[in-house]
């Protein structure tokens, strides 16, 4: 028997849909050039996408063709040579739009495989947003912003040629940096994204994680029905009313938080999350009425807390709020945890006004949604000029 090799690609639903279609159909084009026959899919279960929700494709490639059809006789790969995830914040993990709770980012990740992730952070960064491994794996980051535009057009700065590099890089098996080379000229007939694949293959380097470290959390776990509890039928359980919130110190009780579905979470949707000046929100209540996921709590004061377990990021509040600066969307990388912004506020007023200060400080230019026609031109040059500085 043969030898197989797995490559998945993680992205964001539409937004990254053409650039993961790219990366998991040359990794196939490159692997012919070698001879070996393979195969490129999306996961069924992420069709139809959804914006920004994350989604999976894969490349399958094998030493001959009886291997290939062996590797392929399964639903998807029980474990990848290298994982691809083209957005950082995805680090964080995954939860497909079909699927079934959080899942590390690393999932499938063989032991002593790679993770290779598309940033401007550190390494240090990366590593503290992914769940932790029994096994020691690879982590390389392509360094660049994150590059997202939508499923009609496509921006193309390099990102799809510069992580195929990588791949020649780290699983040179797969296939060489030449044959990548010859599968990007076929494809695209541009020899300036050829070079880019080889700027990308010279310049990068990878890090060891260790089982010690990353992310402690234990990954999201649930057991299947067995077949007598199920019911007859199809039976979908709704969602019960919400209830009044209680202030803890005051034991005020008031406002309004809605039951949210206890599964399916969807902030592994956000690459940015809103922040909420309470001091100067006027209670006009258009954040609460405009949100699409009924994200925020009425808090008993009579604020608006966007609940960080249900917002998927889509900029919506920062965009119908009426005061300057209330609502701010900043980069997901800068937050560690989904706690109340309110409960922080209502502790320490002074303390979240640094707090908030210092996140909004942070924000990157937004990383997807485009805010004015014309964007993709001034932002192409300068993710090219960071890439040829990297
Ligand atoms: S970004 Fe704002 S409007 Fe969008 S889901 Fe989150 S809280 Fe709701
Ligand atoms: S839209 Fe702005 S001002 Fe209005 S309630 Fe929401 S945060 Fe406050």
């Known amino acids: 028997m043969g030898r197989l090799f797995a490559v998945e690609i993680v992205y964001r639903g539409i937004f990254q849909k053409t650039l993961a279609k790219n990366i998991s159909r040359a990794i196939v084009l490159a692997a012919h050039q070698e001879g070996k026959p393979g195969i490129s899919f999306g996961r069924y279960g992420d069709s139809p996408e959804r914006n920004g929700i994350p989604a999976k494709s894969f490349a399958i490639v094998a030493t001959d063709d009886l291997t290939l059809e062996e590797g392929m006789a399964k639903y998807e790969p029980k474990e990848v040579d290298i994982s691809i995830a083209v957005d950082d914040t995805l680090c964080k993990g995954v939860e497909s739009w079909a699927w079934y709770g959080l899942q590390p980012i690393n999932r499938l990740t063989k032991p002593g495989g790679t993770l290779i992730v598309t940033s ?39 990102t799809d040629v510069r992580i195929l590099g990588a791949i020649a890089k780290f699983l040179p098996e797969l296939f060489s940096l030449e044959s990548v080379q010859k599968a990007i000229l076929q494809e695209w007939n541009d020899p300036l994204k050829a070079t880019s694949a080889a700027r990308s293959y010279e310049r990068v380097t990878s890090i060891t994680v260790q089982p010690d470290q990353g992310n402690p959390e234990e990954p999201y776990k649930f057991d299947l029905p067995k077949w007598w509890e199920m019911r007859e039928g199809i039976a979908i359980p709704c969602i019960p009313p919400g209830h009044a919130m209680q202030d803890q110190e005051s034991q ?19 690459t940015m999350r809103p922040v909420v000046d309470f001091d100067t929100c006027i209670k006009c209540t258009l954040c609460w009425l405009q949100c699409p996921d009924s994200c925020f709590d009425v808090t008993p004061d009579g604020l608006y807390d966007a609940n960080m377990a249900a917002c998927c990021g889509c900029g919506v509040c920062e965009a119908v709020c009426p005061v300057k600066d209330c609502v701010t969307m900043v980069n997901e990388v800068a937050f560690s945890d989904n706690a109340s912004q309110w409960e922080m506020w209502r502790k320490d007023k002074e303390g979240y006004k640094e707090w908030l200060k210092h996140k909004i400080e942070q924000r990157p230019e937004r990383s997807h949604g485009f805010r004015y026609r014309g964007q993709y031109q001034e932002q192409v040059p300068g993710v090219m000029k960071i890439a040829s500085a990297d």
Not at 131 to 150: D, M, N, Q, T, W
Not at 252 to 270: D, H, I, M, W
Request: with cysteine; proline share 9%; hydrophobic share 30%.
């Open 120 to 158: 401007r952070e550190e390494p240090e960064t990366l590593i503290a947003m992914c769940h932790r491994k029994e096994s020691p794996y690879h982590l390389a980051i392509v360094k660049g912003i994150p590059s997202f535009s939508g499923l009609w057009v496509y921006k193309d700065d390099h």
């Open 252 to 270: 005020q009780a008031g406002g309004f938080q809605p039951e949210r579905n206890p599964t399916f979470k969807k902030y592994t949707t956000r």
